[in-house]
């Protein structure tokens, strides 16, 4: 793979909002419709810098969410849709009106939510790690470790590291921003009928070891589709971190599903 690319980093404001992204591959791309990639909660576009790079002709689209990395926000408060509101802002800022999304973790739900609200924009969604079923025990757990004292009492370095990564907004406002997020799960979340009427075709990945998006869980909501525009692949020996997924596994089934569908 090429070790260079062309990359232009960019601010945008939106509402409440200043979103910072990226744009890589303008010089190099062959294929006119970008991918869209959606990081994860408590992350930024930075965790997307390895794989990114198995799309070297693709140009490709990295925003940070609002609230995330270098993107800022005044909202108190933000939901999934939110943040598919921003990005979808984001897009009709600069003129692209179709788009392929690879999403991890939560970049996953909001590309789900994205296709719900701008159908037209999105061709297709891959959605890697994605947590769906988000239970009344699930949200409790996820909401328990989002707290700022307990995330150093785990690990000083991964403080540290979380609010350098944050440090346009400031760790505190992140965290609270996710609690935010998680905590509206109780009032609203997406259905497994909600994905049945999403027109865009969806691939459903997930790592054979993740203890977050189990096996179960992710076939669950894999067999609740219709098998015509939705699929399915598992990853051996990886986990739910991005960090240590299969990317050849991963890139060759993102590719067997865009040969298919697209």
């Given amino acids: 793979m090429p070790a260079l690319f062309f990359q232009l980093t960019m601010t945008f404001t939106s509402g409440?909002?200043?979103i910072s992204y990226e744009i890589r591959n303008t010089e190099f791309a062959t294929e006119e419709i970008p991918i869209l990639f959606l990081h994860s909660a408590l992350s930024t576009r930075r965790e997307f810098d390895t794989l990114s790079r198995f799309y070297e002709k693709r140009i490709l689209i990295l925003p940070d969410f609002p609230g995330h990395g270098e993107s800022t926000t005044d909202h108190g408060m933000l939901t999934t849709r939110d943040l598919a509101e921003s990005v979808r802002s984001l897009l009709e800022e600069l003129k692209i009106f179709s788009v392929d999304i690879i999403g991890y973790s939560m970049g996953g739900y909001v590309g789900l939510e994205l296709a719900r609200i701008a159908p037209s924009m999105v061709r297709s969604i891959v959605s890697h790690g994605m947590k769906f079923y988000w239970t009344e025990e699930a949200i409790i757990e996820a909401l328990d470790s989002l707290d700022t004292e307990k995330i150093r009492a785990r690990s000083?370095?991964?403080y540290d590291l979380l609010s350098g990564l944050h440090s346009a907004n400031g760790l505190d406002r992140t965290v609270t921003a996710m609690r935010s997020i998680i905590g509206h799960f109780r009032v609203e979340q997406l259905s497994a009928d909600d994905l049945r009427s999403i027109r865009a075709p969806l691939l459903l990945s997930a790592g054979d070891r993740d203890?977050?998006?189990?096996?179960?869980e992710i076939t669950k909501l894999y067999q609740s589709q219709d098998r015509q525009?939705?699929?399915l692949a598992i990853h051996p020996n990886s986990p739910h971190p991005i960090s240590k997924l299969d990317l050849t596994s991963f890139t060759h089934s993102v590719r067997e599903f865009w040969k298919a569908v697209i």
Avoid: E, I, W
């Fill in 16 to 18: 409440l909002s200043t």
């Fill in 156 to 158: 000083q370095n991964g």
């Fill in 211 to 216: 203890n977050l998006v189990t096996l179960p």
């Fill in 229 to 231: 525009k939705t699929f």
